[in-house]
């Protein structure tokens, strides 16, 4: 026998999250979480499902039947996209602009398909014209991935023009939206996207673990046509779709992390709320405040004006900075958290997320008053 060990309840104090993710939770979501758990086949739970289907199609801006939560982070929802759509031997053109497109070359490797890779410097967004000479050169390519919003540059790249690109080459669009989903503008249906994946933690104002995905019809075609089943069952759409879309015949499949999914359903009913697009100006409104005040500070950004991502203010650490000892002074006296950087920008760089409820005028003051107190 181990004896018991003895551990206080975990009290963790309320931290204001101004990094690249998870960011601040806002209290009716945290409220709602901790609602009563029922059963995840009762008719009451089946029924806030499909309003959560729903919700999430507003947020996505799409019809698409096939929209839903991955009961897992924002990874899984990658993954999710990968392994349902290709087979091997595939070829894919992925563009690499941080830490997130690297992450999606492995994931197509590891499906057995080929990633011919289309690279850009890091703050850079991605370029169409290089992309069009790829898709161009590979005519057999049948994917085009990318990432709407890169967390670890804060780099925004255009997304309707690469989904059109990937259109006009008889592509599919396999897009990364986990920092961009409620952040910036994003018209899934408009823009032709045919994959979708994103995170709750990031600009919708939720706790993490979640993944909404969205599948375009001509998509789930391809997932139908499949030669051989998805290698992951967990993942496989076509035995988790009887879950979200079972109307009453629902039938188990995995049990479905109830609260998590009370708190997606008021995030995004909050969301709606407020307006998809009024959401998106009001990160546009913070990033300009919190811009003029870190220029005013002496601070430079990374990514130049036109591509900078409201929600994620990547700006190099001034010479001088100690990167750990600022973050942690902020993070002991202000209880502020504000991301390191990551990758080729690690120890050069801060990242001041501007993510959903963090998106706010207190906290753009806050973070500007410890900054110059801070910084001295
Ligand atoms: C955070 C993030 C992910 C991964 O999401 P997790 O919830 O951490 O698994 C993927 N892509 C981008 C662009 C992200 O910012």
Redesign the pocket.
């Known amino acids: 026998m181990l004896a018991a060990p003895k551990i206080d309840a975990f009290l963790p104090p309320r931290r204001i999250l101004m990094g ?2 998870p960011s601040d939770v806002h209290p009716q979501v945290l409220a709602a979480q901790a609602r009563p758990t029922v059963g995840h086949l009762d008719p009451l739970f089946i029924g806030m499902m499909d309003e959560l289907k729903q919700l999430l199609q507003y947020a996505f801006q799409t019809r698409n039947e096939m929209t839903l939560a991955v009961s897992a ?3 899984a929802g ?1 993954e999710t996209c990968f392994v349902n759509l290709l087979e091997p031997g595939d070829t894919v053109i992925v563009c690499r602009n941080g830490v ?1 497109g690297e992450r999606m070359r492995q994931n197509v490797e590891r499906c057995g398909a080929t990633a011919i890779t289309v690279d850009n410097s890091w703050g850079e967004p991605v370029n169409p014209q290089q992309v069009e000479d790829a898709l161009k050169a590979n005519p057999q390519a049948k994917y085009l991935a990318f ?1 709407h ?3 670890s540059t804060g780099a925004l790249s255009d997304a309707k023009t690469l989904c059109a690109l990937a259109q006009r080459y008889g592509c599919l669009s396999i897009v ?1 939206a ?2 961009s989903l409620g952040g910036v503008e994003l018209r899934v249906d408009e823009w032709g996207i045919d994959a979708i994946y994103s ?1 709750s ?2 600009c919708l104002s939720c706790v ?1 673990g979640l993944s909404p995905v969205s599948f375009s019809p001509k998509a789930v075609e391809r997932i139908k046509a499949r030669q051989r089943p998805v290698q992951s069952w967990f993942l496989d759409q076509s035995l988790v779709m009887s879950y979200w879309s079972g109307g009453a015949k629902r039938s188990y499949h995995h049990t479905a992390p109830v609260n998590a999914l009370y708190a997606l359903h008021e995030s995004l009913r909050l969301l709606a709320a407020e307006g998809l697009e009024q959401s998106w100006q009001r990160h546009k409104d913070m990033h300009q405040l919190l811009k003029q005040g870190l220029t005013g500070l002496g601070l430079e950004f990374v990514v130049a004006e036109p591509h900078r991502l409201p929600q994620l203010n990547s700006v190099y650490i001034p010479q001088g900075g100690d990167d750990a000892a600022v973050r942690k002074q902020l993070l002991e006296q202000y209880n502020l958290e504000i991301g390191a950087g990551l990758g080729e920008l690690a120890g050069k760089a801060w990242r001041i997320g501007l993510m959903g409820y963090a998106a706010r005028r207190e906290n753009v003051a806050l973070c500007l008053k410890a900054l110059q107190t801070v910084l001295g």
């Open positions: 690249p993710g982070p924002g990874s990658m997130f990432v919003a890169e967390t990364d986990v920092t995170g933690q990031k993490p």
